[in-house]
């Protein structure tokens, strides 16, 4: 497997540059390139599932408000590239049947009553009577407010099934076969996940006065702010409620705080304290605090996601606390997390307008620096003073762009892109080898070189 190289100086977030990097795809020598080619490409190998997701999905989404529906679909009903939900399928596949608790999230998948098949995961929690959502197809007496609400008696207690023994450790499978494919709760989770991000997309459109998102118009702009913001209120809302019938309080655990992390990475983007108190005491060069600021705000708004989503799939597959799987795959989606964003980060200043779905420069714009303009500052020192006061001035970010292309920053992020891409890659290598470890390392490479 090719590896990208690792700056001598990630420990402190500056790597030098390297003439010899390169994320761009290169001719192959023919052994290598037949073994690239028995690699199974991530999207194709989860195609089924993918489109049953998705499809699924906006199953979820419907209200009896008209208006609301339509603001919870908006930006499913155009084309995403599913990377969270990939990676949290990807994972399932690549971890299910190691953990000690395997035999019952098999078992609970498969046994009526349960809770754990997909029939069940789409029944509320609560019975009819609860006016959970405004839905019409809810009793009458549950939806009216005519009269004052009466007193319902209660229902039986529900009868769980038994689970099966604890089958003998020799008997356990401890490898990943083929056939084992992600189970109903690890398919909910992936809609989960791409619910939270969505959601964070409607806020985030509204914060930034975003005009376009994915090739079209954005959410605010189709239905105005008030109305983009009550969507993402909405998605959370649902997926809160999804999130609660899969039965696992560690995984509610991760996914609550994923909420969390992304309103204190958006704070923490707002702010930029460290950063902008070196600009402007004249420093020229940005401080290992604003290296750190930068990319743990790329991991509250990015990463968190990735990796506690990737956490709580493998849970949900029966890895028990103590064994390697939680911690490699929580690894792993940080990884990948921050290199996506540090592309992210590259293409704004590399891609046009068409090839991001939004404008290119939107980050100066808003009066961002993110990883090129800090490598930037580090080589022509008035950038300082463009960060210090967020490009506001006219000409800045135009003055901006051009520092940072005579410089080596766009390089340089790539180049600490791959560094974190190179350690995912690593921490895969703790998973037995099956055809999704193998996908999400063809994963791993794409997010990389990838120019969307």
């Known amino acids: 497997m090719r590896r990208w190289p690792t700056s001598r100086n990630l420990r402190i977030f500056r790597p030098h540059r390297s003439t010899s990097y390169s994320t761009h795809a290169t001719r192959l020598a023919p052994a290598e390139a037949l073994i690239e080619s028995r690699r199974p490409d991530p999207y194709h190998l989860l195609k089924p599932q993918l489109d049953h997701l998705r499809e699924r999905l906006l199953n979820l989404l419907g209200s009896a408000h008209p208006t609301l529906t339509d603001i919870a679909k908006y930006y499913f009903l155009h084309p995403s590239k599913q990377l969270r939900p990939l990676l949290i399928l990807l994972f399932s596949c690549a971890t299910n049947g190691l953990g000690s608790d395997w035999y019952l999230k098999k078992w609970a998948a498969e046994c009526d009553g349960a ?12 019975r009819p009577d609860v006016l959970n959502d405004w839905n019409p197809s809810m009793p009458d007496h549950t939806t009216s407010f005519t009269s004052v609400f009466s007193l319902i008696p209660p229902r039986p207690p529900k009868v769980y ?17 083929p056939d084992i494919s992600p189970l109903p709760t690890q398919m909910r989770l992936a809609q989960i996940v791409e619910m939270i991000h969505v ?8 914060i930034d006065h975003a005009d376009l998102r994915r090739g079209v118009a954005s959410a605010p702009t189709a239905f105005g702010n008030k109305y983009a913001i009550l969507g993402g209120d909405f998605l959370l809302g649902r997926t809160s409620a999804a999130l609660s019938r899969l039965g696992d309080s560690e995984v509610v655990e991760l996914i609550a705080s994923v909420i969390t992390n992304l309103v204190e990475g958006e704070i923490l983007q707002m702010n930029k304290v460290a950063q902008q108190s070196a600009a402007l005491v004249g420093a020229s060069h940005v401080g290992s605090d604003s290296w750190n600021i930068y990319l743990k705000k790329t991991y509250l708004k990015t990463a968190s996601l990735m990796a ?14 103590g064994e390697v799987w939680k911690e490699v795959a929580y690894a792993y989606g940080r990884n990948l997390g921050i290199a996506f964003q540090l592309v992210d980060d590259v293409l704004d200043y590399e891609s046009g307008d068409s090839a991001l779905g939004k404008p290119g420069g939107a980050d100066l714009q808003l009066g961002l620096a993110t990883g090129p303009a800090l490598y930037a500052w580090e080589e022509h020192a008035e950038m300082g003073a463009l960060i210090a006061r967020k490009f506001e001035k006219e000409g800045d970010v135009e003055l901006a762009r051009d520092l940072v292309r005579r410089s080596s920053g766009v390089e340089r992020t790539r180049e600490l892109a791959g560094a974190y891409a190179d350690k995912a890659l690593e921490i895969l290598q703790h998973l037995p080898e099956s055809e999704a470890r193998g996908a999400l390392e063809v994963l791993t490479e794409q997010v990389v070189k990838r120019t969307w």
């Open 115 to 126: 809770s754990g098949r997909a029939e069940e995961l789409d029944r509320p929690l609560s």
């Open 161 to 177: 099934p038994t689970p099966p023994p604890r089958p003998p450790s020799s008997e356990r499978s401890m490898t990943v076969g």
């Open 199 to 206: 959601a964070s997309l409607l806020h985030d459109d509204v």
């Open 308 to 321: 506690k989503g990737a956490r709580a799939a493998v849970v949900l597959g029966g890895v028990r606390e």
